[in-house]
C-alpha cells in the first residue's frame, strides 16, 4: 500500500500527492472505510472531551423489551481523519439499491451477538440538520445518514441497555468510496485548486481543512453498515433520541392498515379511519 510520507514543505507534499492521484484515490476505492478513533476537529474543551451537548436523555428501561433509537450515523460537510469530506447526496444512490442494511455494533458484522438492529426495524434515510440541531458549534448545515432502529432486549441486550442509559455518543458507517477527488490549496494546480475551492466552502471544521492543505471530496459512496462505537472517525454522530417502543401497537397498526376494510366500523366513515390509523402509524415511527 502507498503511504504518505512526511515531508519539509507543503508544497512536496502536494506535488506526491497530485503525482500519486490515481494510486491513491484507487487504495481509498478499494478500502473499506470505518471507524478509526481520531478526529481532526478541534471543538475540544479543557478536558479533552468533545465539546458538544448531549442529545439524548437516559429513559427507565426496566420492564421495555423494545425502544426506538434514532441516531446518527455519518454527517457530511466534516473533514475526518481520513482527510475526507462527505459531501451532500453521497448516499443517494446506494439508500436506493442496498439490501440487508443492519445497524451493528461495533463493525462486528459476522457475529450475531454485535446485530443492534435490521430487516423491519431499521430504517435509513438522509435528513438535512442544523449544526446546532445536533449541539455542535458549527454554522451551517449538514446531510446526515439516520437509522430509525427498533432495538430489541432479545436481540442485544448490552447494546439494549447502553441505548437506554444514554451512553451510545457516537456511531460510524462502514462504506465503500465510488467518487471522489483531491482538493489541494494551492494555485499552481489549476484542476485540484479548483476542486479546493468547489468544497472548501462546505467544511464546517474549515480551520483543520486549511492547516492541511487539502482534503478528498466524496462525492458518492456505497453504504455497508452502521455501527455504534466508542468514538469513530467522525464525531459528528450522535443519539438523537430513544424512546420506549411498543412493538405490538405497531405491528397491529400495520396489519390494519395493508389490510382492506371490509365492513367500516360502526358510526366511523372508512376514511376517517384510514387516516386516523395512519396518524397512529406515523407517531409510531
Known amino acids: 500500500m502507498l503511504k504518505i510520507p512526511e515531508f519539509e514543505t507543503k508544497k512536496e507534499l502536494f506535488a506526491f500527492l497530485i503525482e500519486n492521484d490515481d494510486k491513491l484515490i484507487a487504495q ?3 478500502t ?31 420492564d421495555l423489551d423494545t425502544i426506538k433509537v434514532v441516531a446518527i450515523i455519518n454527517t457530511t460537510n466534516i473533514l475526518d481523519s481520513h482527510e475526507d469530506v462527505h459531501i451532500p447526496g453521497l448516499w443517494k444512490k446506494s439508500l436506493s439499491e442496498v439490501k440487508g442494511l443492519m445497524h451493528i455494533q461495533e463493525h462486528k458484522s459476522n457475529e450475531f451477538d454485535k446485530i443492534i438492529s435490521y430487516n423491519k426495524d431499521l430504517k435509513a434515510f438522509t435528513k438535512y440538520y442544523t449544526w446546532a440541531e445536533l449541539n455542535y458549534p458549527f454554522a451551517g448545515k449538514t446531510q446526515a445518514l439516520v437509522f430509525n432502529s427498533i432495538v430489541r432486549r432479545s436481540v442485544n441486550e448490552a447494546m439494549f441497555k447502553r441505548y437506554a442509559a444514554g451512553l451510545v ?8 468510496y465510488v467518487k471522489i ?29 486549511e492547516n492541511l492543505g487539502y482534503f478528498y471530496a466524496v462525492t458518492e459512496a456505497k453504504v455497508i453498515e452502521g455501527s455504534a462505537v466508542p468514538r469513530g472517525s467522525n464525531e459528528m454522530t450522535p443519539t438523537i433520541s430513544v424512546t420506549p417502543k411498543n412493538a405490538t401497537q405497531l405491528d ?3 396489519y390494519l392498515l395493508e389490510k382492506p376494510f371490509s365492513e367500516p366500523l360502526k358510526d366511523t366513515p ?6 386516523i390509523l395512519r396518524s397512529l402509524n406515523k407517531m409510531n415511527n
Open 270 to 275: 372508512k376514511n376517517t379511519q384510514i387516516e
Open 28 to 30: 481509498k476505492k478499494a
Open 181 to 209: 477527488v483531491l482538493c489541494v490549496n494551492d494555485v499552481d494546480y489549476k484542476e485540484y485548486y479548483d476542486n479546493w475551492k468547489k468544497y472548501i466552502d462546505k467544511v464546517a471544521n474549515r480551520n483543520d481543512a
Open 169 to 176: 455518543e457516537n456511531h460510524s458507517v462502514a462504506m465503500r
Open 252 to 254: 397491529a397498526l400495520k
Open 32 to 62: 473499506k472505510k470505518e471507524a478509526d478513533g481520531f478526529l481532526y476537529s478541534h471543538i475540544i474543551d479543557s478536558e479533552g472531551k468533545l465539546n458538544a451537548k448531549k442529545n439524548n436523555e437516559p429513559i427507565d428501561a426496566t
